[in-house]
């Protein structure tokens, strides 16, 4: 079965700083990576996905994450944060075959952004 | 226009009482889903299907009872509405449904159950 741990339920940051949210995945198989982002009251969007082709992955709004197999991590990282990164973030796993494949998430870290 | 679109918004009701949601998705897809998020924010999926048949169907009450008239709709109605009910529902749908996919979320329709 196929699980994902996200480290840090709440990470608070000020505007212009580093961002990393931490993930770690557990899985079978090859897995599929994803993070979501949920801004407040609305709906989940993708930020950016790993499928097995490059490890760092680039992403939306700045935002990049790098597959380390060796250490079952998928890290979520963004050089300079803004106040409009104030969401939930979530990490996914994905594994499964043909349509029955299905995502477990993560129980989400809420990124807060200071001035 | 809105990918993927639920109603209501809000739908706050009785105990006991039997509710229904509807989502609708434009993108042509093959599959779509029902996820639940409770009060701290963890989502499950409930429903898949693919082309108007079941996919997967996790230990949800069977209270819960999804239905696809065509491969654009996804209905969620709920019978004998508990407290527990209470929560976010999330509709969502993918090209095919395999693993690497994008999903594409509606807005999410906030059940209170009183």
């Known amino acids: 079965a196929q699980s994902v741990t996200q480290l840090d339920s709440h990470v608070s940051v000020s505007e212009g700083t580093p961002v990393l949210l931490r993930c770690n995945y557990s899985s079978s198989y090859s897995p599929s990576l994803f993070w979501y982002v949920q801004h407040p009251n609305k709906g989940l969007q993708l930020l950016l996905k790993?499928?097995?082709?490059?490890?760092l992955v680039k992403g939306i709004n700045g935002f990049e994450a790098e597959f380390k197999k060796s250490e079952t991590s998928f890290h979520l990282t963004k050089p300079s944060a803004h106040m409009s990164d104030a969401a939930e973030y979530f990490c996914v796993v994905s594994v499964g075959t043909g349509t029955a494949s299905k995502l477990t998430f993560g129980t989400g870290t809420r990124l807060q952004v200071t001035l | 226009d809105t990918a993927v679109s639920q109603t209501p918004k809000y739908l706050v009701t009785q105990m006991g009482n039997d509710k229904s949601i509807k989502c609708e998705q434009n993108l042509g897809h093959d599959t779509m889903y029902w996820y639940k998020q409770d009060s701290k924010k963890f989502l499950k999926i409930m429903f898949s299907y693919n082309n108007k048949e079941l996919i997967i169907n996790e230990t949800v009450p069977n209270r819960f009872s999804p239905k696809s008239p065509d491969k654009a709709h996804l209905n969620l109605h709920i019978n004998s509405l508990e407290l527990g009910d209470s929560a976010v529902y999330f509709c969502?749908?993918?090209?095919?449904?395999?693993?690497?996919?994008?999903?594409?979320f509606g807005s999410g329709t906030q059940l209170s159950v009183l």
């Open positions: 969502a749908s993918s090209k095919t449904g395999w693993s690497s996919e994008k999903l594409f």
């Open positions: 790993y499928t097995s082709a490059a490890t």
